[in-house]
């Protein structure tokens, strides 16, 4: 588990940046701080939201804001070597050796594939089995990212609805000239709520969310072709090589890459 710093960077600057701006025209907090603007732009957005997707998907999407700023994913090296391990000993003393080690396996994915590879499952019916398991929860897992992507699109228009009722009021009351400025001011308050929020909060995090569920899918393809290989009988050096292909080096291990270039 490792603390995403790109992404607390990135909220501090955005927020940070345009508070500081406003400040330093003349502003002050108080002008943007407006509990109707508010309620009106954040519940539209959610029940919009709430109306498109069923409730235990937003739930959902709801338990993976952790991964924006926590990466909790295995790491793939130590994967790799877990599975040349098992390659090693599979050439030793057999593919059902294994079986021992199930009961170690965290990831459900490997410890599936794995036991499926020691009940004597044929390499391609294993390829087969577990690759329709990886497109099912490929189209469970794609629906998270769209929760956001959707708000981030409901938003803005919301903040423009909620503008518009607060000129409304504001015409309604043309006769206190004095309160027509601070009132329409006061309106467009929640189209910076919902601009903001789109741009800087839910597009933002699809984004990232997208990226951290094609990690994980890399990851079970990875071990799925591990695992395949080793049903197979392939060399542990010839699978280390193979299953590294999967990653990108540069990203995975800047050490290896530095070492490579001397």
Known sequence: MTLDKAS?????????????????????????????????????????????????????????????????????????????????????????????????????????SLMLAVDGTEPQELRKMME???????????HVPQVFESAGGFAPTVGIIGAVLGLIQVMQHLDKIDEVGRGIAVAFVATIYGVGSANLLYLPIAGKMKLRIREQQIMREMTLEGVASILEGMNPHMLETKLFGFLVEADQNPERTQEAGR
Do not use: C, W
């Not at 498109?52 to 952790?66: D, T, W």
């Not at 599975?83 to 009961?103: C, F, N, P, T």
């Open 8 to 112: 607390l960077a990135g909220i501090v600057l955005a927020l940070g940046g345009i508070l500081a701006g406003l400040i330093l025209e003349g502003g002050n907090l108080g002008q943007i701080l407006q509990p109707t603007a508010a309620m009106i732009v954040f519940g539209g957005t959610l029940g919009a939201v709430m109306l498109q997707f069923p409730l235990p998907i937003i739930l959902l999407a709801v338990r993976q804001l952790g991964s924006v700023f926590v990466n909790s994913h295995r790491d793939p090296e130590a994967t790799i070597q877990q599975l040349v391990q098992y390659a090693q000993k599979a050439r030793r003393e057999g593919i059902v050796s294994l079986d021992a080690e199930l009961a170690e396996i965290e990831d459900p994915f490997l410890r599936k």
């Open 132 to 142: 329709l398991e990886l497109d099912n929860q490929a189209e469970h897992e794609e």
